[in-house]
């Protein structure tokens, strides 16, 4: 239901859980897992996030009660490993650094106990491989920090521990396998053509997401397939049209005129870009579409800067961080003030 954009179907059924099991963790956790997908579909409003907040903080507090009354099995171990680490996500994105590794940090430990309690679970390896990849590629105040504790990351590993859940998992498979595909189509960039088989089978079952096929677009289009990308885009087109409400086809028409936009960045050809994302922002409407009030003022800023006019690049991120609800787009908005993107630049198909 989350991977398919079905958020209050969703919500119905994990608060029935909450009702039939008010001590136990799970219900709670997939209740921020709500709430995290819709600030992945960008509506980072103050609701949304301080419902997330304490919606992942309670999970933590029922965990950790039942692990103090020697209640717990390895379930709870399980959900509190999960809970600390999106937490942990959640605060890295906000630049809180130590407070994300300590999270990060007691994640691991959580897991490390389900796992010992349960040899048999393939699930915890989302979460260690998640940990063992990403400190590998940590840099700066994160990496000074893995060598305070003695940590060091193995990004083949983590690799590794990911494909083995997203083949193997019960519960965390399909976060496996999209998590496998942000990193190789975003972070791998020799290996990025790996994200296809991700991409193309999370397109297949969430067919009421444009997301995935979106990205199966963009590994087409930085592969040079301009014929399998055009065809992606007329699957995109054609699921615009078939929708019954207007803002569901507006939805479909913003990926396909993104998934346009992207295609230009990555040809170097910035005003037909800008063409597309200025067709974007004239049909949108944010309380429906946040993502794509905010997403392609950014990458408007993208274009300027393929074409060296700094100034007014910075003009379109600073539109990002000023805006009520930027959409996640205000984290890579501040990447790219510090750091002007250049041609080829992976997170053109963000």
Same mark, same amino acid.
């Given at each position: 239901m989350l991977y398919d954009l079905d958020f209050d179907e969703a919500e119905r059924i994990f608060a029935r859980l909450v009702s039939g099991t008010p001590k136990n963790p799970v219900g709670y956790f997939y209740m921020a897992m709500v709430s995290w997908?819709?600030?992945?579909?960008?509506?980072?409003?103050?609701?949304?996030?301080?419902?997330?907040?304490?919606?992942?903080?309670?999970t933590i507090s029922v965990a950790k009660k039942r692990i103090e009354n020697l209640e717990a099995d390895s379930l709870d171990y399980f959900?509190?490993?999960?809970?600390?680490?999106?937490?942990?996500?959640?605060?890295?994105?906000?630049?809180?650094?130590?407070?994300?590794?300590?999270? #990060?940090? +007691?994640?691991?430990?959580?897991? @490390?106990?389900?796992?010992?309690?349960?040899?048999s679970n393939v699930d915890v390896l989302l979460g260690l491989g998640i940990y063992d990849y990403y400190t590998a590629k940590l840099s700066g105040v994160l990496k000074f920090l893995t060598y305070l504790f003695l940590h060091k990351g193995n990004q083949e590993e983590g690799l590794r521990k990911l494909h083995k859940a997203a083949d193997h998992a019960l519960y965390s498979e399909l976060e496996a396998k999209s998590m496998l595909l942000h990193i190789y189509l975003f972070l791998e960039e020799e290996d990025f053509y790996k994200a296809l088989p991700? #991409?193309? +089978?999370?397109?297949?079952?969430? @067919?009421?997401?444009p997301r995935y096929r979106f990205l199966e677009g963009v590994v087409h289009i930085r592969a040079g397939r301009d014929d399998r990308y055009a065809e992606v885009l007329a699957l995109i087109w054609a699921e615009s049209a078939k929708q019954k409400s207007k803002a569901n086809a507006q939805m479909w028409a913003g990926q396909a005129l993104?998934?346009?936009?992207?295609?230009?960045?990555?040809?170097?050809?910035?005003?037909?870009?800008?063409?597309?994302?200025?067709?974007?922002?004239?049909?949108v409407d944010p309380a429906t579409d946040p993502a794509m009030a905010a997403w392609p003022i950014l990458k408007k800023g993208m274009s300027y800067d393929l074409e060296g006019h700094r100034e007014k690049a910075l003009q379109a991120y600073r539109q990002v961080l000023a805006m009520e609800n930027g959409a996640g787009a205000q984290f890579l908005a501040e990447k790219c003030i510090d750091e002007a993107p250049r041609h080829g630049d992976p997170f053109f198909g963000f």
């Open positions: 997908s819709r600030l992945s579909m960008g509506f980072w409003t103050p609701e949304v996030l301080k419902e997330y907040v304490d919606r992942i903080d309670l959900y509190l490993g999960g809970a600390l680490g999106f937490k942990g996500r959640f605060e890295l994105m906000r630049y809180k650094w130590l407070s994300s590794y300590m999270l #990060a940090y +007691e994640a691991i430990a959580a897991l @490390r106990k389900c796992a010992e309690m349960d040899p991700f #991409a193309e +089978e999370l397109a297949s079952s969430f @067919r009421n997401n993104y998934l346009e936009a992207g295609y230009h960045l990555f040809r170097n050809r910035p005003q037909q870009a800008r063409a597309k994302l200025d067709a974007i922002l004239a049909q």
